[in-house]
């Protein structure tokens, strides 16, 4: 299709989607995990900057970030005859349980102020200083023969390399949405700053 030619289909697209995942290659915009095949999705539509598209998500993770969509979305029933979609309630009540477990714990990657001057990055082996920022990032590390993701703190600076080390498990791709989502305790300009001091990420 021509660059700026107006898509001929575009006023036909449903604000919202509900389907079975046709493969495994699209991910969910909540959690940013791949969405298995014919696992049940939500589409929503958006002007992207190359036209209309749909932002996929899991059913429970559409419910956790935008329950108005999804409410409206089986209010309107946008999906095919005969699917079998979870209820609204059963929804809803994943997703206030999802809440509550977050709010336990903290999930990485995140920005926090380092307490003292004893913490090392563990990318480049330094010392920390009391008082700057260092961020939170996961490594897999085996543990009785099972991979498992755990938090280490490195310097802004070590972070775009850190996230390419094999055993990273914090992807570069939406990095700062989940910083900024999972950093608790300090104000948005100290978040931005310490995402400055990180710098620009390859995905
Ligand atoms: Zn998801
Ligand atoms: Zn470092």
Redesign the pocket.
């Given at each position: 299709m021509a660059d700026d030619a107006p898509n001929p289909e575009a006023e036909d697209l449903p604000p919202f989607k509900i389907e079975k995942a046709r493969s495994g290659r699209s991910k969910c915009k909540g959690c940013r995990r791949p969405i298995q095949k014919e696992k049940v999705r939500i589409g929503i539509l958006i002007e992207g900057p190359f036209g209309p598209g749909y932002l996929w998500h899991h059913l429970s993770c559409a419910m956790r970030r935008r329950p108005e969509d999804v409410e409206q979305a089986y209010a309107e029933k946008v999906w095919e005859e005969g699917l079998e979609v979870p209820s609204l309630e059963s929804l809803r009540a994943e997703a206030e349980k999802m809440e509550a477990k977050k709010a336990e714990k903290k999930e990485a990657p995140y920005v926090e102020v380092a307490p003292t001057g004893r913490s090392k990055?563990k990318?480049?082996g330094?010392a920390i200083e009391k008082g700057a920022y260092r961020v939170a990032v996961l490594r897999n590390v085996e543990f009785y023969g099972q991979v498992r993701s755990g938090p280490i703190n490195?310097?802004p600076?070590?972070v775009a390399a850190e996230l390419k080390a094999e055993d990273c498990a914090t992807e570069p791709d939406g990095f700062e949405d989940a910083v900024r989502e999972n950093t608790k305790g300090l104000e948005p300009a100290q978040v931005d700053e310490a995402l400055r001091q990180v710098g620009p990420l390859e995905e």
């Open positions: 990055c990318h480049c330094e490195v310097h600076k070590c």
